[in-house]
């Protein structure tokens, strides 16, 4: 042992004198070493510490640490976006308190919380439109009042809202003006302007209440289909138990608002779509203004994107100016005047200047806009309190609408500015089954009962012509052909057909979407297409999974468990992705050291190839000669590896405190917050010393090959 | 002419004949053939006005249509509707009756407007032409009056055998300023009762969307009209989007006489769940 020892010691310090000997050569080899090393510890590092935070946030904020799903689905759970369009085609869950029972016998399941994923269109008409539905809706209220403080309040209404369509017909009275001064007039159509003109006096106005219905449908059908500013909105929703929900994701939190109450219908908006898509256009311009000036650092006069913002809420007043009536108008002269210093009449122009903004009067003019002339605005399209009407596609092909109310508006904790995690709004678990329209057995029934009256066969597609049209020409004669084309002539025909006047009746389901109160049995013992489990030690979910898998076969469910980030689809992904760019860009330097280490090793061999036979000729066995190479690299591995890896724990720990900060709503989400704050894995240092050596003494092993191979009588030629 | 030169040019003439006859045998081949039998812009229209008046009720219309559409892997969609039309003001109307579910939902068409109402939340949707039907792959114009001549330009493409019948082809280009369902169409008209037979609906970037055929044709007595008035009884639409969809419509208990004055209200269609 002592022996070994005292050979190690000069064979390092042979080592040490040559790496010295040739500088250059250590320094190349080194510096590649080197920087493999600090790719190794950082990258790792980096990609680590930002796989902790992104679970932290798809796990905090709807995929729980496991999704389970049945396994009969065809397509796989992806909860949050998919490579492809549309739902993913999941089989349903029949009842959810089996489910969660089943799971709960799991040891290392702590809740779990009941899921649907979708999405449907919420379609609201132009502005006239709403306009006029609530109109007609107070006109309405105002035929079914049955006391007097009913009628009077709802007379009081519709005089409002009169005033407001009244004020749109004038805006629109301007359009056409304006229209005809810069287009051709023979493309406005005539009739049109004489809808408008009409619909614009004092004589439709004075004689409204005779007809009120008769003067709507006249205003629906020729006035408002004039308007062309009607939004489709698109909102993807989980349904869910709501109660559950928040107590198992405890990062979210309710920004206004309440949640919704057990049991009952309820739609919660997820704050950034609120504010997103919801918000009055010219709003929310300025909200960003705002942000970009006073947290980012940025100018309107050098940023194109404020620039943009500025110049669209100059050109795009109609939406506020639609929204005022004529008591509003006037108030909204007055104060943009005395704001403006201005004696301009019209409102529109009026709205134009003031949101000509620039880095000066950009908070004056943000703070006159919310406290002088927010306040008589809807703000947003869809306000809390409001029931929204929402209506999909059901997985049968029936068109399905439900009414929710809209409770509230919530978000995630460090999630705030995310818009991946603020994507999904939540919905009642009731709700969601209606409009994804799983098949009731009875329905089922009703159809195939009607299909059976109706007695309609099957054509299909490849033999329509020749079973509908008779045979082809070349096999029968036309005057042979069977001819289908009947001519009956049936005068006076008195068909059986239902009366007109009678109701055809239905439960009203607008009318119990906020007082009906679902038992929780019903809630609970229902269809659902996944659920999210949390754990009590998130550290052992692969063995989770396969006792959930398990479990379930024993209780006789078809379950497919998958880790939260298989079940992030897109996003989950990403973070592998780009694992692989990093490893291969580990892989391609290290290769390169591997050569250029190799080469350089070969190089000195042939150069020492005297000192190598020398040494041999006294005596050094093949071993000593390949020990003197080997560990000549791994020193130089050992050293620059070490500096690099050393380097990369200094840098990650100076970043770790300072914090990468989120330039991106994208990014907001991957660091779960604001800023990712990087840390340490001792597997990566450990991983990059284990890295460097492995390449520099495999390198050495061809060198060492040709040294040994070196004989005494070789080095005295070389002499010669 | 020695008998030599009189076979080559017997054999020259039969040859010309032969290939003649070969081409006269692939359609769109025969020049001749379609120099006599193309007809003029204005044979079309009139031949188009036809296929309309034939269908034109002149007054009010009521009628049950059954509406059935299958698609891969889905449970059937089936409705029983009742549709009314007036011709005087092109206005329009389906309503909805069973199954339990859709029962009360309805379209209205007034003027340029296409409604949807849903009795369950009591709102009102404005719709366009290109609405599927409840879904279906049926379109509101499948149900209304026909009005080709004033809706489309035509051109023609020949005669073209389709099973038992002759149908003369037309290619219809959609009008400028008319909001149509569809704005490019082929259709084969049988040239005997100039009931349409089949119709290729297509997107303006010329991509095939549907195709329909009509292969029963009935007529009732029309006291508004004094005299017939035809209606398709069945009508299957084939997707050639989704090739495995397919639509099936069947008319049926027509009753053509005068429907109350307020019936194409929205007022009227809310009554109906009330």
């Known amino acids: 042992m002592r022996a070994w020892l005292a050979t190690l010691g000069v064979v390092a310090q042979m080592a040490f004198r040559n790496l010295f000997a040739s500088r250059l050569k250590t320094i190349i080899v080194g510096g590649i070493i080197f920087f493999g090393g600090l790719l190794v510890v ?102 079914d009042a049955k006391t007097d403080a009913q009628r009077v309040e709802a007379e009081a209404r519709v005089a409002s809202e009169k005033g407001h369509v009244r004020q749109i017909v004038s805006v629109l009275q301007g359009d056409l003006k304006n229209a005809k001064a810069v287009l051709d007039e023979r493309t406005i159509d005539p009739a049109d302007g004489a809808a408008v003109n009409r619909a614009a006096s004092d004589a439709f106005w004075q004689d409204f209440d005779k007809e009120p219905f008769e003067a709507l449908e006249f205003l629906e059908n020729r006035i408002a289909s004039q308007a062309a500013d009607a939004d489709l909105l698109f909102l993807n929703y989980i349904g869910t138990d709501f109660q559950a929900f928040q107590k198992s994701f405890d990062r979210m939190k309710i920004v206004e608002g309440t949640t919704v109450p057990a049991g009952k219908r309820g739609f919660l908006f997820a704050k950034h779509v609120y504010e997103e898509q919801l918000k009055l256009k010219a709003a929310r311009r300025l909200d960003q203004i705002k942000e970009g000036t006073e947290n980012e650092g940025e ?44 004696q301009e009449a019209d409102v529109g122009k009026l709205l134009a200047a003031f949101f000509q903004t620039d880095d000066q009067n950009f908070r004056e003019r943000y703070d006159f806009f919310y406290k002088e002339l927010a306040p008589s605005l809807e703000l947003y399209r869809v306000r809390i309190g409001d029931v929204l009407t929402i209506k999909a596609f059901t997985r049968s092909g029936y068109v399905q609408s439900v009414n929710v109310p809209v409770y509230g508006t919530f978000e995630f904790q460090g999630l705030e500015k995310s818009t991946l995690a603020g994507a999904l709004n939540l919905m009642d678990m009731v709700s969601f089954r209606e409009l994804y329209g799983f098949m009731s057995g009875e329905k089922l029934a009703e159809i195939q009962a009607l299909q059976k009256a109706a007695g309609a066969r099957e054509v299909s597609r490849e033999n329509a012509e020749a079973e509908l049209f008779g045979s082809k020409a070349e096999d029968a004669p036309a005057a042979k052909a069977p001819r289908r084309i009947e001519a009956t002539t049936t005068p006076g025909v008195a068909p059986v057909m239902r009366d007109l006047g009678e109701s055809l009746g239905g439960k009203l389901q607008r009318e119990e979407a906020r007082s009906r109160v679902f038992p929780a049995d019903e809630v609970e013992r229902g269809v659902v297409l996944n659920a999210a489990v949390i754990l009590k030690n998130p550290k052992k979910i692969r063995e989770t999974i396969v006792a959930i898998e398990a479990q379930g076969k024993r209780d006789g469910l078809t379950l497919k468990a998958i880790d939260w980030q ?104 991957f660091f779960s917050g604001p800023r990712l704050y990087p840390f340490i894995g001792t597997s990566n240092i450990v991983a990059a010393f284990a890295i460097v050596l492995l390449v520099s003494a495999f390198s050495s092993f061809y060198p060492a090959w040709i040294a040994m191979r070196v004989t005494p009588r070789q080095a005295m030629q070389e002499e010669e | ?79 029983e509707t009742e549709y009314f039309r007036r011709s005087s003001d092109q206005k329009f109307m389906i309503l909805f009756t069973k199954p339990k579910s859709s029962a009360g939902q309805g379209y209205l068409r007034i003027d340029k407007n296409l409604w949807f109402y849903d009795p369950s939340v009591g709102k009102w949707e404005r719709r366009t032409e290109r609405e599927r039907i409840g879904g279906t792959n049926s379109r509101r114009s499948d149900f209304d009056e026909s009005r080709l001549a004033d809706e489309y330009d035509p051109s023609d493409e020949g005669d073209e055998k389709l099973g038992a019948y002759t149908a003369q082809k037309l290619m219809l280009k959609g009008k400028p300023g008319q909001d149509l369902a569809f704005p490019v169409i082929r259709i084969w008209i049988d040239k005997e009762n100039k009931n349409v037979l089949k119709r290729q609906e297509f997107a303006l970037s010329g991509r095939l969307l549907r195709t329909s055929y009509y292969p029963k044709w009935k007529k009732i007595y029309s006291p508004s009209k004094k005299g017939d008035t035809w209606y398709p009884e069945e009508i299957r639409f084939y997707d050639e989007v989704e090739k495995a969809n397919q639509t099936l419509v069947m008319i049926k208990s027509v009753d053509p006489n005068s429907l109350p004055q307020n019936l194409f209200t929205k007022a009227w269609l809310e009554s109906k769940s009330r």
């Open chain 2, 1 to 79: 002419m020695n008998k030599q030169t009189q076979r080559r040019t017997q054999r020259w003439t039969w040859a010309v004949l032969v290939a003649t006859m070969t081409l006269n045998l692939i359609p769109g081949m025969g020049p001749a053939r379609r120099a006599v039998a193309a007809l003029t812009s204005a044979q079309m229209v009139e031949l188009l006005k036809l296929v309309d008046e034939r269908q034109k009720n002149n007054g009010d219309w009521r009628a049950a249509a059954y509406l059935e559409q299958k698609e891969k892997d889905k449970v059937d969609t089936v409705y």
């Open chain 1, 566 to 669: 298989a079940a992030a689809g897109l996003i989950g992904q990403f973070v592998n992705v780009i694992r692989m760019v990093l490893y291969v860009a580990i892989l391609i330097i290290f290769l390169i050291a591997l050569v250029i280490i190799n080469n350089a090793l070969v190089m000195a061999t042939l150069e020492r190839v005297k000192e190598i036979g020398t040494l041999r000729a006294i005596g050094a066995q093949r071993r000593f000669i390949l020990a003197m190479l080997v560990v000549e690299s791994i020193v130089v591995g050992f050293i620059f590896g070490g500096l690099g890896a050393g380097l990369g724990v200094l840098l990650v720990s100076v970043v770790g405190k300072i914090g990468i900060p989120a330039k991106s709503d994208v990014w907001f989400f």
């Open chain 1, 42 to 143: 950082a990258g790792n590092s980096l990609l680590d510490s930002v796989v902790a935070s992104m679970s932290r946030s798809v796990i905090g904020s709807v995929a729980g640490h496991i999704q389970v799903y049945n396994a009969k689905s065809k397509d796989t759970l992806e909860v949050m976006g998919r490579m492809m369009m549309g739902d993913p085609d999941l089989s349903q869950l029949d009842d959810f308190a089996k489910v969660r029972d089943s799971l709960l016998k799991v040891e290392n399941v702590k809740s779990v919380v009941p899921m649907g994923i979708s999405g449907a269109l919420v379609t609201s008409g132009n502005t006239i439109d709403l306009a006029l539905e609530k109109l007609r809706s107070a006109v309405n209220a105002r035929h």
């Open chain 1, 299 to 342: 100018t309107i006069a050098t940023d194109p994107d404020l620039k943009r913002m500025v110049r669209e809420n100059v050109s795009q007043v109609r939406e506020i100016l639609l929204q005022l009536d004529a008591a509003k108008t006037v108030d909204f002269r007055a104060k943009l005047q005395r704001e403006l210093g201005s």
